[in-house]
């Protein structure tokens, strides 16, 4: 695994360097293995020379040092611990998160104090005044967003426009004009700018903190709804009306020109009125101005939006202004194309084609497709396959172009390549596939694009999840180690995963670590988690060794089901669990804690299998105590079980039993079999 | 390599034995399933299992073991003797086709599956085109003995048809009609490229289905579909996926001209306006809000946003720097960290910061150790020498006293 060891290599870099560091040792140049270039800055290769000794050496011309440099070369030197919390959860050890809720409350509850903090500072600036650092520091001071010009002209109108006071800067735009104040263009066109912008709203502040709030469980459902909520996250509820201050300002605005115009479409696409904006456009052509690629990329989106028309007709709409982009000498950027892209995302299976022939488009004419690009094919690929259909085999030409780049971002939607790709191979169930997405995403800085919390959790899940499923054990184990808790926090479906990795490989023996590790990551209450560790440790017999270790683990588990403090509802044994317990409690010889799981089984209204039975009778058997075996066929008796029957004669054949226990026995069977008789009858006259 | 594939199957969940069921006949199969040598035979039976309903694949568990079981000593009591002559040698010669075959549907089969299964040692890839090879050579041998249909097809076919549990002579027609349309293929595309249907195709081609509610009932998660007209699709494709066109390479909108947007247009210098300005917030917003991944990066953050000290530290732009002048002050507080129990490497440090003479360092003397720095020590701020008088409430010592 060359990860492995690039990162004992690191390991040892770091080492080094912190001797040097410690000591001064000299010029760095007498360990050149330590030396930490920054920047592009190119320095001509010495090592040659260390081989051969002849040639000339060539001293690295001085160069200046980034501020940030040094700290750079360390921060690469530092190795992500796999066997602690992420380093930003680091604090108190009494608030390390230890499960993903813990993590998501942990990280809006730091941001949310900061964002508290930054809210008194600005709102009181006045308390805020002493400057106590020096030399000062700008950003620990409050800003201050009142304006300061107090009398009514242009120059007030532009510093509520800068201050991002939109109601303010109406008022004076309207005192200017009743005062009948001549107001420059430009500035007319940035308050059109900050209106259209935030669509005739007060701007919201900058506070709010990008955590989805949704449940992981709904993740992979709520997938497109969250794209949605996101988009929409600043502009929500906020939709483009009529006769709004913009539509009124742009009326009154004596000169027009094209940013006017653009800014006005691009301010109704935003806020949704793409009819609105489709019509602008038209005026626009009609007093021959022209739009930039903004406006284009503006347009190209509301043709997708505009409703009731055929997808075909939407696609040569597109095509349509594309061609007038052409005919107008508008070069198009990345925006336009992701911006079609996107769209074409909605056409679903009509889409391929024109997305495909869209990409080769871009690429064409040297446009460099960002992560985002990707994101969007994949998704007209792979989101509404059918599993059952064959899929398509584009991711591969995909990875396979992408594997070894390094990303900067380019578009908001780039941080989505990297779950939907992992989606994608899960989908095709291709682990070779996975590593390589895992490795871009492990390409210098590409990590970066991971994106948000959740999307973080989901892109491991579906990783880990394909590992489980594919990779040999010791493998998945080692990816187990290596990824919780440093990297993401198990859903329980991914706990679940790893156990059935572990069944089909036959290492159960884990399984008793593997359910400390579920309590510890907040799954203690997850009931289908703890019913499939205890059916995997009950379904068949091991060594007892093994068996004394399953049963400490049942009866933890056992705890769990006792002591449901603090939680609201009652404690619900189902009967499987009941079964296992009893079981794992037979098998490793804890005899007196089965019989009590037995009683349980009356209290909580659940009936034994019949395995259980019949295994209480072999331990019965073992301990040759007729007594037991009686007690045995009592309560199956009591529960009208059929088994009944058989257990009586197993007692009578394998028991030495005396004449009273005989006696008791026939009663229990006639009992039965009266009970039986009386159902049936009962069930007779209901009818 | 069968681990996973059972992991893939819908028939997973049954493959446990459930304690307390009642069902004794469900599991009986499953176990046979998962009790059998990893053989390449079974693997092959798996992988066909992918093809039909649940209780087909018990069926075909069952026969499996029986095959496995018998197929040293006498030939299984199938109907293959009956299709095929009935002279022992060449009855001997037929299983052993039949055998070769079922391995090499085995190998088709996998590569239909190849995402899904595609196996990281060496050796398996190895057996695997070997296993085609073979296959191949008998696919190129059939057109020439024979006008009509091969002894071997004919055999396979029926096998097969054993094997599925729908009307035996229905499938075996079926099975054979859509052989003979094969080395129709197989005889046109001789001299070209080799053919690319084979036994995997025939199956997943066969309709075979008795009912239509059965066929969606019985589709597992694997069935291979073959959808016409679309761009490249798994199945058809993934043998020679090394080999496969490129998708995002081909034909284009041709609406834009490389050179017109290429060419350097004269820039107009105007001010961002207030759209591309928060798009840039947008754009960098999403890499920013990541957390941190090392203390270091911090810090990094912390002087990009002017909270530290720049590095290499310019003495110049600040005044509250005072060097330290005897080293009494260390061992002051190399006794107060000892005999408290706190954290020594603190001492250390300061200490050869203090020796290296190269960063002075301003610590008012007499200090304690905060509360909250004996809570959790964090190591990482051991490296924080360069820090501003503002920030140094975070150190671990507290302006207690001065000297």
Known sequence: MAAVATGRWLRFRCKLWLTLMGQRAGPCGQAPSCRFYSGSATIPKVEGTNITGIEEVVIPKKKTWDKVAVLQALASTVNRDATAAPYAFQDDPFLIPTSSVESRSFLLAKKSGENAAKFIINSHPKYFQKDIAEPHIPCLMPEYFEPQIEDISEAALRERIKLKKVKASVDMFDQLLQAGTAISLETSNSLLDLLCYYGDKEPSTDYHFQQSEKSEELEEAAEENNKKSEKADHQFGVTWRTKNNAERIFALMPEKNSHSYCTMIRGMVKHRAPARALNLYTELLNNRLHADVYTFNALIEATALSVSEKLEDKWNNILELLKQMAAQKVKPNLQTFNTILKCLQRFHTFGRLPALQTFREMKAIGIEPSLATYHYIIQLFYHHENPSKGSSLIIYDIMNELTGQKFSPKDPDDDMFFQSAMKACSFLRDLELAYQVHGLLNTGDNWKFIGPDHRRNFYYSKFFSLVCLMEQIDVTLKWYKDLIPSVFFPRSQTLIDLLQALDVANRLEVIPQIWKDSKEYGHTFHNVLKEEILMLMARDKHSPELQVAFADCAADIKSTYESQDGRQTAPEWPANSLNYVAVLFLRAGRTQEAWKMLGLFKKHNKIPGNELLNEFMDSAKASNSPAQAIEIVKLASAFSLPICESLTQRVMADFAINQEQKEALGNLTSLTSDSDTDSDSDINEGK | ?403
Request: aromatic share 8%; hydrophobic share 35%; charged share 25%.
């Open chain 2, 1 to 403: 390599m069968f681990p996973r594939v059972t992991a893939i199957l819908p028939l997973r969940p049954v493959s446990r034995f459930p304690l307390c069921s009642g069902g004794s006949e469900a599991p009986a199969a499953a176990i046979v399933l998962s009790g059998a040598p990893h053989g390449t035979v079974r693997y092959g039976i798996s992988a066909l299992l992918a093809l039909a309903k649940y209780n087909i694949q018990r069926y075909f568990g069952t026969n499996n073991v029986i095959y496995s079981k018998k197929d040293e000593q006498s030939a299984p009591t199938h109907e293959i003797s009956k299709e095929t002559e009935s002279q022992e040698s060449v009855k001997e010669n037929t299983k052993k086709d039949l055998l070769d075959i079922i391995k090499g549907m085995k190998v088709e089969l996998n590569t239909v599956n190849v995402q899904t299964t595609k196996p990281s040692s060496r050796r398996q890839l190895k057996s695997v085109e070997a296993t085609i090879g073979r296959l191949q050579k008998a696919r190129e041998d059939a057109p020439k003995r024979t006008k009509s249909l091969n002894p071997e097809l004919v055999a396979a076919a029926s096998a097969v048809a054993d094997f599925l549990p729908f009307d035996k002579q229905t499938t075996k027609s079926e099975l054979l009609r859509q052989l003979q349309q094969h080395e129709e293929v197989s005889k046109a595309q001789k001299d070209g490229k080799r053919a690319k249907i084979s036994v995997s195709n025939i199956i997943s081609d066969m309709k075979v289905a008795k009912s239509a509610t059965l066929r969606i009932s019985t589709r597992p998660e694997h069935q291979i579909q073959f959808d016409e007209g679309t761009d490249d699709y798994m199945g058809q494709e993934t043998r020679d996926l090394k080999k496969r066109k490129n998708m995002l390479k081909g034909k284009r909108l041709n609406i834009f001209d490389f050179k017109a947007v290429t060419e350097e247009a004269p820039e107009t210098e105007t001010a961002p306006s207030l759209w591309e300005v928060e798009f840039a917030k947008q754009l960098l917003a999403a890499v920013n809000e990541q957390p941190l991944q090392n203390g270091f990066a911090e810090m990094i953050q912390w002087t990009k946003e002017g909270k530290l000290w720049e590095f290499p530290i310019n003495n110049e732009a600040g005044k509250l720097i005072i060097p330290l002048t005897n080293s009494e002050y260390f061992m002051d507080l190399y006794s107060i960290c000892s005999n408290k129990g706190y954290y020594v490497g603190v001492f250390h440090l300061l200490y050869n910061m203090y020796i290296s003479q190269s960063i002075s360092f301003n610590i008012p003397c007499g200090v304690g150790i905060s509360e909250r720095w004996k809570k959790s020590p964090r190591t990482f701020q051991l490296c924080k020498p360069e820090y501003r008088s503002s920030c140094l409430r975070d150190w671990p010592f507290a302006f207690e006293e001065t000297i």
